[in-house]
């Protein structure tokens, strides 16, 4: 009982109280309408390239905005920032809405309304990222506060794609647009109840988004440990954070499925990344998580590789379980890490840099991915990228191994 209450406690907290439920029912609204953008997409397009090349085009600006949204953070009041963020959220998911409801939902409008979205979750993630410090009392449940997020996002992950998958067939893809908007509106009343300080040093203030920009990068380049998790979480964000894109093939193609078999599948890695991110909110120190890191990174690529042997829907499930435990067991200790390392003032700028390396690499990603999709197909796709982060997992272990991870929290 004392496990469970420890892996909530950052729940104590006022402002915390108030952010996490509003992010729980908006990424629900977000992976429904995710889903149904690549059912949608595949549907009209029936082609893995055509959607890799849109979700390119969708995801560049997280390459051009993240690394300035960083500056933006750590100049600017973060209360007044998230506040925006949630009502153009709102924006968006409202309008694609309207255009699918009444018919007019195209490839043209589909893509500008990605940008759209994309631009917002450039600032968004390193946003909501940096500002967890703030939210929460005592920095050390800051480690706590992260692992719920990704809790989070795993609830999300596991909820969203089911009734994604049970609403595309009962009120299609213009419901599932709805139904997000209704869910993320509840986040625009619950940022603004919010309270908290968010002191600016005099440096950062007088410095220009230029001079910012510089120095966030400087001192990312200037620390072996810094660089090593960025890198890590580059390389397999690139692979991993393509199975979205992958499932709505390997669902047709592979397992001969419809959107319910999709929701089943999408689901399965919903609970195993619930699963890990539960065991790790529950952990109260640092010690431990680099190794948790790299038997994760081993268990993800060893899953994407059985997903290449089977077209039978129960094994397929079951690695997918395997890719969701095993992406989270080592996404989740990184971010850990990486925060308990960096100076305060530079929160903003590495969580930036972070960010894109975790979902901005996808522009280039899901172009490479739907390429080589399309070339050799999923079965052997899947075996190929689970052999990369493989190799990958072992050059990392190696470096890990020999780093000693300082917290500055405490």
Partial sequence: MNRIASAFRSLKYRNFRLFFPGLVTSQVGIWIQNVAISWVVYEITNSPFMMGLIMF?????????????????????????????????ALQSFLIAVFALSGHLRIWNIVLLGVFLNIIAAIDTPLRQSTYIRLVDDKRDLSNAISLNSTCFNVARLIGPALAGVLLSLVGAGGCFLINFFCIFPSVILVAMMRFEDKKSDKIKNETILEGLKEGWEYAFSSEQILTLLAFIGLFAFIALSYPMLMPIYTKDVLHGDSRVLGYVMSSAGIGALCSSIFLAAKTTLRGLKYILCVGAFLLSAA????GFTNNLVPACVFMFCVGFGMTSAMTPENTLLQSIVDDDKRGRIMSIHTICFTGVTSLSSFVIGSVTQVIGISRSMILFGSILFAAGIFFTVKFCRMQFESKLF
């Fill in 57 to 89: 085009f969708n995801t560049i600006p997280l390459f051009l905005v993240t690394p300035f949204a960083g500056v933006i953070i750590d100049k600017f009041n973060r209360h007044k920032l998230l506040m925006m963020i949630q009502v153009l959220f």
């Fill in 304 to 307: 994407f590789i059985c997903l």
